[in-house]
């Protein structure tokens, strides 16, 4: 499907006045960011821990928990974390764990089964804590839509503290206190917190009362970084701090279990950034949930045995392989069904007992593949679940609330959600597939549904130098709202062209005086390029090294024929 070549709006003269110090690319892209003030330009590039963080109290019910978890502490109570089974909610679950043992709790934790138990709060995992002596729960990444489930808890004798980021429904849970920056009436200036984060901002408050631990805390951001890179949210703001700092602390991490995970995944320490986490650390966390238990994650997380963190590893890397050819044949089976151009606004497919762990997956790659909201459902023995992944144009949650009637449980945000519908019968699922439809239809009707590139601005090659790359460089982390920047060079020609990799997947093009560029995993299909074309060509920057010798390394996103 040929992509939408997207370019900014060039910046207006009166900003390139107001900072006539910013060589003009990085004042583009300062703009593209919507970073205008002097104030909001130096707290983006200059991320500072000790001004740029919230204080944890500006939650409204903070001061509450944190008397209920000294208590529960000076008690020696019970106290149960009940975490979700993806990255996020594991390194949430594990930041909270080891704050709790520092703190000398009475403490366990519980990740639910993907496939047996579902998404949140389930009635007879809350069954099993009570009967375990467990007096309170926290859950970490879900629980905010569990209105039920907290009920039963509370009938039982249990108290909940919801900590959480998702979106809330019209009714909150009777929970004794609730930590989420999104629901109705909350003070919390920074919405966009991932559920680690959150579980981060209580673990803030509970050692600001014990200073010892204040440098405990920041040892700590390894492990939020991970889960807020994993989770795919806003990297502006307090998350852009939480996460450029939680880089410097998993580049020495000394937890045996990352550091084992980041071996078994070729990576070494010292140079490890979002893209890392993003496609080769979080995937094998999560793989562990997806095709087994979620707890053995959380286990290589805790361990501090050094053989027990290898053998881990080793397992997860495995279980992360298999998911990587069970997703790639699914995905395959899904595309062959669609074909090449898609009529539907929404795509919504199922089979019977496709694995629970991996729709989210699938629909992912759907949307990255026709660049339009998909949902993935698994047709089962006792239920049909399903998980839906969407583009910024489609408010997913908002729009399977209009028809909530068919959910027995649902839940999510703008982009992702998941649901298990009332009613097991093919007749209902396809109403359900009816009327998703017919929503999509009406909200996506005037758009031109092919995926997109946003495009930073447009430059000539040689202003692309060493000294603009490490300005560059100044706009990482990377990730959410803050993209690696992609750049437009018009009108080049092709000196040279020749292909690379084990299999030639890989092309090497050489233009304009000798500059380098290599477009990866196209193989033949840039057959049709031969020397003396001009091409236009979308690029992002990058540095390579080989035998002690350093490059600019300019990475092909995408080209055309000039003029096509």
């Given at each position: 499907?040929?992509?939408?070549?997207q370019?900014?709006?060039?910046?207006?003269d009166?900003?390139?006045?107001?900072?006539?110090?910013?060589?003009?690319?990085?004042?583009?892209?300062?703009?593209?960011?919507?970073?205008?003030?002097?104030?909001?330009?130096?707290?983006?590039?200059?991320?500072?821990?000790?001004?740029?963080?919230?204080?944890?109290?500006?939650?409204?019910?903070?001061?509450?928990?944190?008397?209920?978890?000294?208590?529960?502490?000076?008690k020696?109570?019970?106290?149960?974390i009940?975490?979700?089974?993806?990255?996020?909610?594991?390194c949430?679950?594990?930041l909270?764990?080891?704050?709790?043992?520092?703190?000398?709790?009475?403490?366990?934790y519980?990740?639910?089964?993907?496939?047996?138990?579902g998404?949140?709060?389930?009635?007879?995992?809350?069954?099993?804590?009570?009967?375990?002596?467990?007096?309170?729960?926290?859950?970490?990444?879900?629980?905010?839509?569990?209105?039920?489930e907290i009920?039963?808890?509370?009938?039982?004798?249990?108290?909940?503290?919801?900590?959480?980021?998702?979106t809330?429904l019209?009714?909150?849970?009777?929970?004794?206190?609730?930590?989420?920056?999104?629901?109705?009436?909350?003070?919390?200036?920074?919405?966009?917190?991932?559920g680690?984060?959150?579980a981060?901002?209580?673990?803030?408050a509970?050692?600001?009362?014990?200073?010892?631990?204040k440098?405990?805390?920041?040892?700590?951001?390894?492990?939020?970084?991970?889960?807020?890179?994993?989770?795919?949210?806003?990297?502006?703001?307090?998350?852009?701090t939480?996460?450029?700092y939680?880089?410097?602390?998993l580049?020495?991490?000394?937890?045996?279990g990352?550091?084992?995970?980041?071996?078994?995944?070729?990576?070494?320490?010292?140079?490890?950034?979002?893209?890392?986490?993003?496609?080769?650390?979080?995937?094998?966390?999560n793989?562990?949930?997806?095709?087994?238990?979620?707890?053995?994650?959380?286990?290589?997380?805790?361990t501090?045995?050094?053989?027990?963190?290898?053998?881990?590893a080793?397992?997860i890397n495995?279980?992360?392989?298999?998911?990587q050819?069970?997703?790639?044949?699914?995905?395959?089976?899904?595309?062959?069904?669609?074909?090449?151009e898609?009529r539907e606004?929404?795509?919504?497919?199922?089979?019977?007992?496709?694995?629970?762990?991996?729709?989210?997956?699938?629909?992912?790659?759907?949307?990255?593949?026709?660049?339009?909201?998909?949902?993935?459902?698994?047709?089962?023995?006792?239920?049909?679940?399903?998980v839906?992944?969407?583009?910024?144009?489609?408010?997913?949650?908002?729009?399977?609330k209009?028809?909530?009637?068919f959910?027995s449980?649902?839940?999510?945000?703008?982009?992702?959600?998941?649901?298990?519908?009332?009613?097991?019968?093919?007749?209902?699922?396809?109403?359900f597939?009816?009327?998703?439809?017919?929503?999509?239809?009406?909200?996506?009707?005037?758009?031109?549904?092919?995926?997109?590139?946003f495009?930073?601005t447009?430059?000539?090659?040689?202003?692309?130098?060493?000294?603009?790359?490490?300005?560059?460089?100044?706009?990482e982390?990377?990730?959410?709202?803050?993209?690696?920047?992609?750049?437009?060079?018009?009108?080049?020609?092709?000196?040279?062209?020749?292909?690379?990799?084990?299999?030639?997947?890989?092309?090497?093009?050489?233009?304009?005086?000798?500059?380098?560029?290599?477009?990866?995993?196209?193989?033949?299909?840039?057959?049709?390029?031969?020397?003396?074309?001009?091409?236009?060509?979308?690029?992002e920057?990058g540095?390579?090294?080989?035998d002690?010798?350093?490059?600019?390394?300019?990475?092909?996103?995408?080209?055309?024929?000039?003029?096509?």
């Amino acid at each position: 499907m040929n992509k939408v070549w997207q370019i900014a709006p060039k910046i207006p003269d009166d900003f390139k006045n107001q900072f006539p110090e910013i060589q003009p690319i990085i004042l583009q892209l300062l703009w593209n960011r919507n970073l205008k003030t002097q104030k909001e330009i130096d707290e983006f590039l200059l991320p500072d821990y000790s001004q740029d963080l919230h204080s944890p109290f500006l939650f409204k019910e903070m001061e509450k928990i944190r008397k209920r978890i000294f208590s529960a502490l000076a008690k020696k109570e019970q106290i149960t974390i009940y975490g979700d089974y993806d990255t996020d909610g594991v390194c949430g679950t594990a930041l909270l764990y080891l704050s709790f043992k520092k703190l000398e709790g009475q403490v366990d934790y519980y990740i639910p089964d993907r496939e047996k138990e579902g998404y949140g709060l389930n009635s007879e995992a809350i069954k099993i804590m009570a009967k375990n002596g467990t007096k309170l729960i926290v859950t970490i990444d879900c629980g905010i839509t569990n209105e039920k489930e907290i009920d039963l808890a509370n009938d039982l004798g249990l108290e909940v503290i919801i900590t959480d980021h998702h979106t809330p429904l019209e009714i909150l849970p009777k929970a004794f206190a609730i930590l989420n920056p999104k629901i109705k009436g909350e003070n919390y200036p920074f919405k966009d917190l991932s559920g680690t984060g959150v579980a981060f901002k209580l673990v803030q408050a509970l050692l600001n009362q014990v200073s010892m631990l204040k440098t405990f805390e920041k040892w700590l951001l390894d492990l939020v970084a991970i889960g807020t890179v994993a989770d795919l949210v806003n990297l502006k703001g307090e998350n852009r701090t939480l996460v450029k700092y939680g880089l410097i602390v998993l580049n020495k991490t000394s937890r045996l279990g990352l550091r084992a995970l980041i071996k078994e995944a070729n990576l070494s320490l010292g140079n490890l950034d979002t893209w890392n986490i993003n496609y080769q650390i979080a995937p094998r966390l999560n793989a562990a949930g997806r095709m087994d238990q979620a707890v053995t994650s959380l286990r290589l997380l805790l361990t501090e045995n050094q053989k027990e963190a290898e053998n881990l590893a080793k397992n997860i890397n495995q279980i992360n392989t298999e998911r990587q050819k069970l997703v790639d044949k699914i995905f395959q089976e899904c595309k062959n069904k669609i074909g090449l151009e898609p009529r539907e606004k929404i795509l919504v497919l199922w089979q019977e007992n496709w694995p629970v762990g991996i729709l989210g997956l699938i629909a992912s790659k759907l949307v990255d593949e026709y660049f339009r909201p998909a949902i993935a459902l698994s047709i089962r023995k006792n239920d049909i679940k399903g998980v839906g992944r969407s583009i910024e144009e489609f408010n997913l949650i908002e729009s399977l609330k209009e028809i909530n009637y068919f959910f027995s449980h649902y839940g999510g945000h703008f982009g992702a959600a998941g649901f298990t519908l009332k009613k097991k019968e093919i007749s209902f699922l396809e109403k359900f597939n009816q009327e998703i439809k017919k929503i999509a239809e009406e909200k996506l009707k005037d758009l031109d549904l092919r995926p997109k590139i946003f495009i930073e601005t447009e430059v000539n090659l040689p202003e692309i130098t060493w000294l603009l790359y490490e300005e560059i460089r100044k706009f990482e982390p990377f990730g959410e709202n803050n993209p690696q920047p992609i750049f437009l060079a018009r009108d080049l020609i092709i000196e040279e062209i020749s292909n690379l990799g084990k299999d030639g997947q890989h092309t090497k093009i050489i233009v304009n005086g000798g500059r380098k560029m290599i477009y990866f995993g196209v193989g033949n299909k840039s057959s049709y390029l031969k020397r003396g074309d001009k091409i236009d060509v979308l690029f992002e920057l990058g540095e390579n090294e080989w035998d002690g010798m350093k490059e600019l390394e300019f990475r092909i996103i995408d080209l055309k024929l000039s003029h096509e």
